[in-house]
């Protein structure tokens, strides 16, 4: 009997160390540098199904010439939501050929839906207010060795 009490403590144990590892953000993933214009962005990527499931959640910070590029294997009309998104965001949907299909502000922990105006394989985001800030619009084009790969 104690060896199985003390085997549940143990499941639990790892249970619980478990859920707090997952509520630590996302740092070490890959980086890429895109542009905008005159702008640079040091973009983390995040492009496995785990990673773009995480995104930006648990950030407490980030800096402002820094963002997340969440990369998609088909375009297709991409939805977000912040659950578990302490910052305030933009996201920019964006097509293949870096062409800012739209923006969407986002507000922290909410779980409303925003989506793409069409199909799109990329969406970044950045702090919110970063693209007002730059005058950057639908239609703008960001630069990278993300959107000229696409192209090939």
Not at 15 to 44: E, F
Not at 60 to 82: D, L, N, R
Request: glycine share 6%; charged share 20%; with cysteine.
């Amino acid at each position: 009997m104690f060896q199985r009490f003390a085997a549940l403590l143990l499941l639990a144990a790892s249970m619980m160390g478990s859920a707090q590892a997952q509520q630590q953000p996302q740092t070490d993933l890959q980086r890429t540098k895109l542009s905008v214009g005159l702008y640079k962005i040091d973009a983390q990527v995040a492009q496995t199904p785990r990673q773009r499931e995480i995104g930006l959640m648990f950030r407490k910070e980030m800096p402002q010439s820094e963002g997340m590029i969440f990369v998609f294997e088909q375009p297709a009309t991409q939805c977000f939501w912040m659950r578990n998104t302490l910052l305030p965001l933009t996201a920019a949907f964006v097509a293949d050929d870096g062409r800012v299909v739209n923006l969407v502000d986002m507000e922290p922990m909410t779980e409303n839906s925003h989506c793409s105006e069409e199909p799109v394989r990329f969406v970044l985001e950045m702090n919110q207010g970063w693209f007002a800030k730059k005058n950057i619009k639908k239609g703008a084009k960001l630069g990278g060795e993300l959107f000229a790969a696409s192209r090939r």
